[in-house]
């Protein structure tokens, strides 16, 4: 597609439900990154994937959340027994290249993100 | 966890005026970006800069980059309202993840 495509775009559920929110990078991105971000705040960094490797998970909250990645494009980020505190805004961004020891030296380019409200 | 503090938090200027803002990080990076954020849209990337660069142009924006302070600042001149906006910095923290910013809020006025 011409743009990272997330869905779904909002998504409301009742707590202990399990949700999965969905990821469409850029045709031929290497790498993709979830995030979240509360209101009025930056993205908080999640996790990401090179290819189909998830090379660092450190954001994850903690175990009720997951994602994967599984032919290298597609990725779907998984939140078991949701919670209140969980409601937020799910972003995924996707870059045409890996990274490197060098760093991000790449752009990383936005879906509009999945709004996530837990009641 | 966040890497980055913008500074201010928000600016109200007019149009045709220079908006300045700048962010702090607290470890050695690789490379720094700036990104950009319309009303809860996605974010847009507006500039790279390297560690071993000083200073950056695209367009009206400026970026310059000092790593002894381990901070960098994001000019745009001449200002529009169609510039207001949320601005992130974002660095990679010599990891292979880009970390951002709590953001500066900017708003333009006609």
């Known amino acids: 597609g011409a743009g990272v495509s997330q869905s779904p775009r909002y998504k409301v559920t009742k707590r202990g439900q399990d949700v999965a929110l969905r990821c469409d990078p850029i045709?031929?991105?290497?790498?993709l990154y979830w995030y979240r971000q509360a209101l009025g705040q930056g993205p908080e960094f999640l996790t990401y994937?090179?290819?189909?490797?998830?090379?660092?998970k450190s954001g994850l909250p903690n175990d009720r959340f997951s994602a994967e990645r599984p032919e290298g494009s597609i990725s779907t980020l998984t939140i078991q027994r949701t919670e209140q505190r969980d409601s937020a805004m799910y972003r995924c961004?996707?870059?045409?290249?890996?990274?490197?020891?060098?760093?991000?030296?790449?752009?990383?380019?936005f879906g509009e993100g999945s709004r996530l409200t837990v009641l | 966890s966040q890497q980055g503090e913008e500074d201010p938090q928000a600016l109200s200027i007019q149009e045709g005026e220079n908006a300045t803002m700048n962010c702090s990080y607290k470890?050695?990076?690789?490379?720094l970006q700036w990104y950009r954020q319309n009303s809860g849209r996605g974010l847009v990337h507006l500039i790279l800069?390297?560690?071993?660069?000083r200073e950056k142009h695209s367009g009206r924006l400026r970026v310059t980059l000092d790593t002894s302070k381990k901070s960098s600042s994001l000019l745009i001149t001449a200002s529009r309202a169609a510039d207001t906006a949320s601005y992130f910095c974002?660095?990679?923290?010599?990891?292979?993840?880009?970390?951002f910013g709590t953001g500066t809020r900017l708003q333009v006025f006609p």
């Open positions: 961004a996707s870059s045409l290249f890996g990274t490197t020891s060098g760093g991000i030296t790449g752009e990383l380019f």
């Open positions: 045709s031929g991105h290497v790498s």
């Open positions: 994937f090179n290819y189909e490797a998830q090379q660092d």
């Open positions: 470890t050695s990076i690789n490379n």
């Open positions: 800069i390297r560690s071993n660069e």
């Open positions: 974002a660095t990679d923290g010599n990891t292979d993840k880009l970390i």
